[in-house]
């Protein structure tokens, strides 16, 4: 019986690995990804298009998100907001994007439910992450729930999130096992030509990579 999975893809490492993931069960893949005004828009839509034909997606969603700049609050919207690089912040940092989680899983729903799939897919990391509260299991658990309460009765979502334990090497060394294109990921909140190497998400990137004893194939400045 053929299984339908819809995969947030947005064109990170984490993500990737968590669509390839998906393939390497046996899913028929629906590649989903949104833009929503950051600051590296275009780099990701690029890296996602190239991820989701690496894992033969059967269908590309690429859903513009344009609210997510008028509200603001988060450095990866505004950039009035300076993206942290000093890796001080404590509690939730300014690259959080208010309950973004929350409403791409939202919006998955209604695709993975036009299109009766079996499951979604998201590539949240709860233990090596940057502390966002909408990359925490228990929420994501809670977001199942509330989204089989609203929709179709044959409609019976699993919301799987096989990296949410992992810490960023293990990810590093998992998807060289599983071949993910590595390569066409993005994970810099700054730049699009080559990353920065020195904001969170560039840190958490390249110190996976060391503990890993392997290279990052992205240019960095």
């Known amino acids: 019986m053929n299984k339908t999975a819809v995969c947030i893809i947005s064109g990170g490492m984490d993500s990737a690995l968590s669509a390839k993931i998906a393939e390497e069960e046996g899913y028929e893949i629906i590649a989903l990804h949104f833009n929503y005004g950051q600051r590296t828009q275009q780099k990701e839509l690029e890296c996602f298009r190239q991820i989701a034909v690496n894992v033969k997606a059967s269908e590309m969603y690429e859903i513009d998100l344009p609210f997510f700049e008028q509200i603001g609050a988060s450095a990866l919207t505004d950039k009035s907001i300076e993206v942290p690089i000093d890796g001080l912040e404590e509690g ?14 939202s919006i998955a729903a209604s695709v993975a439910e036009k299109h ?3 499951a979604l897919f998201i590539g949240v990391v709860e233990e090596d992450s940057s502390g966002y509260p909408d990359c925490r299991a228990s929420y994501i658990e809670q977001m199942q729930k509330a989204i089989n309460l609203g929709t179709k009765e044959e409609t019976r979502l699993t919301i799987k999130m096989p990296l949410v334990a992992m810490k960023k090497s293990e990810i590093v060394q998992k ?6 294109p590595l390569e066409s990921t993005w ?13 969170d998400s560039c840190r958490l990137r390249l110190r996976g990579f060391a503990h890993a004893g392997a290279k990052d194939p992205i240019a960095y400045q």
Request: charged share 20%.
């Open 175 to 180: 998807s060289l096992n599983l071949n993910v």
């Open 92 to 105: 939730v940092p300014v690259t959080y994007v208010p309950f973004r989680n929350g409403i791409f899983l």
């Open 116 to 118: 009766a799939a079996d």
């Open 187 to 199: 994970s810099c909140y700054k730049e699009e030509e080559k990353a920065c190497g020195v904001c």
